[in-house]
């Protein structure tokens, strides 16, 4: 087998920069989606390959403004397709490589750890369907239409899930309205 | 749910919901939905509360920096193009077996020269769907699909489109189809058949490829492109070729 770094050109300077500031902006949203509805998925080895794979187009990665949205693509089809065929590489191999919530970050933390730790165990508790779009929306920031898109399915089925997301939580935090 | 959300509100969920997730402002309210507020009660609670639920939720899924090491690790791994996990195997030497193999047949089977690829192009040219699913293939490899699926199915495609012309195919002795052949699952040698072809691991990359095909937009929509033009069968004959010369010289270079 010959080398293959040849088929992927080295990045330049001002790519390596660009991509310096796409990892510190872009990343901690797709490393949040992954392990929000992925926890069984080795996290930080997808969005490694997430970037590996986006950087072989680094110029529309540069340019586009819907780069997250493409990351996150490129992520969703890495843990479906880690899923499908259990690949070893990307399946978490201990319970040490699934963060637990409570390892959380400071600044991830509400000023009530409480709350949060309820709000966590609300939404990890969620269908996988309706957790994917509360984590998109809420902590990916896409818009109800760029969610239809990624998961390909209709926008009243996207707002439907979300609708049926935030019943659940109000019903088990103790809110009884909703919108 | 509240018992007094009245059934009359749920017309305006929708509209809530993207109210409340910010999507929306009160500005693009349809009218209706305005007055609606502005005269229901409930509904305006129900909006007061599920903006404090959502902050909530926002403010415990609001992602933290990455962290230094995770950072340098993604920096790294771009920079370390021939690790042996992920996308830099999709182009192998398989990858060029493959793509010769699949050129020289599809110039073959369209070549205006010969006789029987004329004939056999009319034989295949009355399924278009056949054809469309190479094609498709083509479109994954170029994107961001995984090699066993492209792989599996072209020379599935490949090997049906053969043995509809009358002879059996040799895809499956250029193309990495068999258990042998297989580098990536070992866990599903198990499956294979005895002695034979490894049909149904074939017939999972072949669906696997599918569904990456129909799970990702923008490749689909490319292959939606590329497919209408095998209308034509020159110029998608000419496309093809064009678009397997690039993937061949790609891999010449790792090579």
Redesign the interface.
Known sequence: ????????K??KGAE?AA??RI??DA???V??YVR?VFPNLDA??I???T???A??NMKTLMMTERRVFYLL??AR?LC??GL???RP?LIANTELDRRPDED??P??V?DDPE??RS??AA?AQLPDAQREI??L???SEL???QIA??L?VPL?TV?SR??AA??R???R?G????? | ??PE?RSACDGY??E??????G?STTADLSPSASEHLQSCA??R???D??RE??A????????????PA??R???D???R???D????RE???WALVATAAAAGFLAFLFSPDAETASSRAETLLASHRDVEAIVAAYGLLQW?A?TEYTLGLVGSRIDDLERAAGRESDAPTLLPWTTDDDW??P?EHADAPAGGMATPRRRLFVD?GL??C?????EREAVDGIASEAKHPAWYSTRILASLAMTMC??S???
């Open positions: 087998m010959g080398d293959r770094s040849a088929v992927i080295p990045l390596r991509l310096d990892v510190r990343g901690p949203r490393y949040a929000r930080e080895e969005v490694s390959e970037f590996f794979r950087t072989r693509a490129i089809n479906r397709d499908r065929r259990r590489d959380a970050r600044d991830e509400l709350l949060r709000l966590l939404i509360v984590v929306r809420l902590s818009r109800f239409e898109e990624l390909h009243g707002l979300m609708h935030t019943r939580l109000s019903i935090l809110c009884f309205h909703e919108p | 749910m509240n959300f969920r929708d809530w919901l993207q109210l409340v997730g999507d409930v509904c609670t129900a909006l509360e599920s639920l959502f909530d939720l926002r403010r415990a899924l609001r992602p933290a920096p990455l962290d995770l950072h690790r993604i920096c791994r771009v920079a193009p021939d690790s996990s992920g996308a830099l182009r192998g030497p961001d995984s990536d699952a866990a696997g569904k990456v129909s799970t990702c937009c923008r790609n891999a270079r790792s090579g």
